[in-house]
């Protein structure tokens, strides 16, 4: 129709201003946030975009798909009074993103390998933001997790369980909250997570002697 052919013109005329960095990545979170719901009419053009940010500079790229993957939790969150059914099919569409995010991140894990560990640093800090002190509740974004663990499979074995990998970032973030009775359903999230970091939390960690390089490649 002419207003989808207008559309998709007005999407290809804002990837044009992100590939040439006229505007700032971040403001394609919104975008980004649409590539499953309009697949069928503008999944080409959303993914072209992507790509094109990718291949500016992966790290901004990631946090702004984990910008849009926030503003769709927060957005399903607010929908249903503050709460999150993990077994519902909005929340599966949501991992879903997630997955297919991370796999656009390419089949080379070595030159994602910084832009992926920053996604997971900062959706971990995310995750467990609070306004105010703990109270022995979980944060309430302890659910977003679950959207992380979807992309746990692009880290790099160090990047996860070695001695400055996400394991132990995330602990050294956990101590702030105190004693966390993990075995509480609230908490179930936290436990996907690290069940997908480790494997299992009797797994011995695994440690490698190639440090991670800071700059992108």
Not at 40 to 59: C, F, P
Not at 62 to 70: G, I, K, P, V, Y
Not at 90 to 99: S, V
Request: aromatic share 10%.
């Amino acid at each position: 129709s002419s207003g989808i052919n207008a559309e998709y013109g007005v999407l290809a005329s804002f990837g044009k201003l992100i590939a040439y960095n006229i505007i700032e990545m971040r403001l394609a979170a919104s975008i980004f946030a649409q590539y499953v719901k309009s697949y069928q009419d503008y999944g080409d053009i959303v993914k072209h975009i992507m790509s094109k940010a990718r291949e500016l500079n992966r790290t901004k790229c990631m946090r702004t798909q984990l910008l849009s993957l926030e503003q769709l939790f927060e957005e399903l969150r607010d929908q249903n009074e503050g709460r999150i059914d993990r077994s519902s099919e909005e929340w599966t569409k949501i991992k879903d993103l997630a997955h297919r995010f991370a796999l656009m991140a390419g089949v080379d894990n070595y030159k994602s390998r910084q832009a992926v560990v920053t996604f997971h640093r900062e959706g971990i800090i995310y995750c467990l933001l609070r306004n105010g002190p703990p109270d022995g509740n979980p944060p309430s974004n302890i659910v977003f997790f679950d959207i992380l663990a979807e992309t746990t499979f692009k880290l790099m074995d160090i990047d996860k369980k070695g001695p400055k990998g996400l394991l132990a970032f995330l602990e050294e973030q956990l101590m702030r909250e105190g004693e966390i009775p993990e075995d509480e359903i609230e908490w179930g999230p936290l436990r996907t997570y690290k069940t997908a970091l480790v494997g299992s939390m009797q797994e011995p960690y695994a440690y490698y002697a190639q440090p991670m390089k800071r700059k992108l490649v």
